[in-house]
T-cell receptor, first 116, second 109 residues
Framework: NAGVTQTPKFQVLKTGQSMTLQCAQD?????MSWYRQDPGMGLRLIHY???????DQGEVPNGYNVSRSTTEDFPLRLLSAAPSQTSVYFC???????????????FGPGTRLLVL | SQKIEQNSEALNIQEGKTATLTCNYT??????LQWYRQDPGRGPVFLLL?????KEKRKERLKVTFDTTLKQSLFHITASQPADSATYLC????????FGKGTMLLVSP
């Protein structure tokens, strides 16, 4: 199993450009999430999905779109990049546990994004 | 609002000693609590989960306690090694799984 994979590993964008961060998992997990991690801020949830066709907003969703057409893939789209979106982005997947809450999260290696 | 607090200052200890990291939370009674390890440039890796009805959980040199009255979890690494140097995150299931900011542990030879 490859686990959770993310591409690209590193990306530089200019303000206003759009791009898609790719995330895939091969563990047949129902739940997938996108986090961003900034110095001093910790991991913050952007969007998450509890199954194909179902997505919801997390703590910091503005400026990001997601879709979940398959169990395996959960791409994150930046429609018009801003310098405030410079961050490290992590995708994670998990299975539902107690009361439907996700338990062990498996994280990808991250995408480092720099917006100039 | 819900809040998770981990010591923002790095913890420096000598090899062989026991490292103890703290996770405090407010305004909530979580069904469980998790600890993750994160190395520089990598994603977090799950270490342990402890449920609200468990006082203590062990895995090799790791021990986690969960005091729901104090709203606190302690994470211990016994016989610490330089390879244990990393940032350790606690996480609780609020509406979604929410992470603390993490504490960096530095184990010197």
């Amino acid at each position: 199993n490859a686990g959770v994979t993310q591409t690209p590993k590193f990306q530089v964008l200019k303000t206003g450009q759009s791009m898609t961060l790719q995330c895939a998992q091969d563990m047949n997990h129902e739940y997938m999430s996108w986090y961003r991690q900034d110095p001093g801020m910790g991991l913050r949830l952007i969007h998450y999905s509890v199954g194909a066709g179902i997505t919801d907003q997390g703590e910091v969703p503005n400026g990001y779109n997601v879709s979940r057409s398959t169990t395996e893939d959960f791409p994150l789209r930046l429609l018009s990049a801003a310098p405030s979106q410079t961050s490290v982005y992590f995708c994670a997947s998990s299975s539902p546990g107690l009361a439907g809450m996700s338990e062990t999260q498996y994280f990808g290696p991250g995408t480092r994004l720099l917006v100039l | 609002s819900q809040k998770i607090e981990q010591n923002s200052e790095a913890l420096n200890i000598q090899e062989g000693k026991t490292a103890t990291l703290t996770c405090n939370y407010t305004n909530y009674s979580p069904a469980y609590l998790q600890w993750y390890r994160q190395d520089p440039g990598r994603g977090p890796v799950f270490l342990l989960l402890i449920r609200e009805n468990e006082k203590e959980k062990r895995k090799e040199r790791l021990k986690v306690t969960f005091d729901t009255t104090l709203k606190q979890s302690l994470f211990h690494i016994t016989a610490s090694q330089p390879a244990d140097s990393a940032t350790y995150l606690c996480a609780l299931p609020y509406s979604t799984l929410t992470f603390g900011k993490g504490t960096m542990l530095l184990v010197s030879p």
